[in-house]
């Protein structure tokens, strides 16, 4: 007799085998959220939480250079003169002064945008979800590049679209083989990271964001261009956002956070469209959360109408700097010989692919016993991966940890090859 078979033992959890007489289980998950996976960076980001891991594994904004002081100065000031707005309900579009903000930043880019061209999300992450409300049914075929932001696959995959990979090079996608696959999937929209890609750290070209947008047209497609990155360029010359190219004005959706240059935990973000298609992903965020956070809202508002983020950025982009430097001056040493990887002129990150025979998947356990840590480049593929590729972030080690956390790799990496 086993325990559950005594009278003292607990009740067996109602299975299909032990519901009660009559009952019938709960229907099963959409298979779309059954068969959409969880974030292998969120897993690894668990992994490595002990303090002692140097991780260059998270795309994790540096802490300690957060301007708290005017971050708690901006919340404080609309506390105390205007409580009962900032705790308040809101309207779905946003703060008009925080929209008004924004679009006086983006205009200033080069793109001419007013305050009611923008929608405030919680986070750029779910200005992605609500344009793919939006847009995709079931079905729909969507173009990335490869490899690509993992967490916009997640997105795709759960509104049950078809996700068709695009050949990028070292400079970015290839608008050559974007016209050819194009014409053969008809898809719906392209969706890409343009400059500082997440999570190769490349930018794109003005003559290539020129031809996606020829293609664009062309081929009749939406273009998502998600941004997070753009101001943290620290050299090199800024190019102009794809939908300032002829024939990607009406066609182009833009994407925009505060997580990379503010801070993260104020899950702020905005979405910039076409009027009928703000429209539509207005009325998915009323179906989703009614509005983003309005006292968040206010205190950034508040932040951005003085000198607090310019002067913040300006720290940060050096900060940065520094750190990619230690980053990639320190690879050539840290990688097996043969290995290759990129130089980024800002954001966040640097691709780096080992030779033939290293898989950085079945690596990585090895190199974190080692108190180190990087993300393995197959989950950002939705094409073939490239076993030997890593991301590396940066940005949330200061240049000293850097290089002992790449001494960690080194030694990590000659002790499995030995």
Same mark, same amino acid.
């Given at each position: ?86 705790? %308040?309900?809101? /309207?779905?579009?946003?703060?008009? !002064?925080? +929209?008004? @903000?924004?679009? &006086? $930043? #983006?205009?200033? *880019? ?86 500082? %890609?997440?999570? /190769?750290?490349?930018?794109?070209? !003005?003559? +290539?964001? @020129?031809?996606? &947008? $020829? #293609?664009?047209? *062309? ?97 940060? +982009?050096? @900060?940065?700097? &520094? $750190? ?95």
């Amino acid at each position: 007799m086993n325990a559950l078979d005594t009278p003292d033992a607990p009740d067996a959890p109602d299975t299909p085998d032990t519901l009660p007489t009559g009952s019938r289980p709960a229907p099963p998950l959409a298979a779309r959220a059954a068969q959409t996976g969880g974030s292998p960076v969120r897993e690894i980001l668990a992994l490595t939480a002990r303090p002692e891991v140097i991780s260059f594994a998270g795309g994790l904004p540096a802490g300690e250079l957060f301007d708290t002081g005017g971050i708690t100065a901006a919340f404080r000031h609309v506390l105390e003169e205007a409580p009962r707005q900032a705790l %308040q309900y809101s /309207t779905t579009e946003g703060d008009p !002064a925080l +929209r008004a @903000a924004v679009a &006086a $930043r #983006v205009s200033a *880019r080069g793109l001419d945008t007013g305050p009611d061209d923008l929608l405030v999300t919680t986070g750029s992450q779910q200005g992605l979800s609500l344009l793919a409300s939006a847009l995709l049914e079931p079905g729909d075929t969507v173009l990335v590049e490869d490899p690509c932001y993992l967490a916009a696959l997640q997105v795709f995959s759960l509104a049950g679209a078809r996700v068709v990979p695009v050949p990028a090079d070292d400079a970015g996608l290839d608008p050559a083989a974007l016209d050819e696959i194009a014409a053969r999937e008809r898809p719906k929209l392209l969706y890409l990271v343009p400059t500082f %890609q997440n999570p /190769t750290g490349r930018t794109l070209s !003005a003559e +290539r964001r @020129a031809a996606v &947008a $020829r #293609v664009a047209t *062309r081929r009749g497609l939406w273009l998502l261009e998600d941004d997070p990155y753009g101001e943290l360029r620290f050299e090199g010359e800024a190019v102009p956002y794809l939908a300032s190219f002829p024939g990607a004005e009406d066609r182009t959706a833009l994407l925009g956070s505060f997580s990379k240059i503010v801070a993260p935990g104020l899950r702020l973000g905005w979405l910039r469209a076409p009027d009928a298609l703000r429209r539509a992903c207005v009325i998915a965020k009323q179906a989703a959360d009614l509005h983003t956070s309005t006292v968040d809202q206010a205190a950034a508002a508040r932040y951005l109408a003085g000198p607090g983020l310019d002067a913040h950025l300006d720290r940060v +982009r050096g @900060a940065y700097r &520094a $750190r990619r430097d230690a980053l990639v001056d320190g690879l050539g040493d840290a990688l097996p010989e043969g290995s290759r990887w990129n130089r980024p002129d800002g954001g966040m990150f640097v691709w780096a692919t080992m030779p033939a025979g290293y898989d950085a998947t079945a690596l990585l356990p090895e190199v974190v016993r080692h108190d180190v840590a990087y993300v393995p480049g197959a989950p950002f593929y939705a094409g073939p991966a490239d076993p030997g590729a890593m991301r590396l972030s940066f940005v949330t080690h200061p240049p000293e940890e850097i290089r002992e956390g790449l001494l960690r790799l080194a030694k990590t990496l000659r002790s499995v090859r030995a």
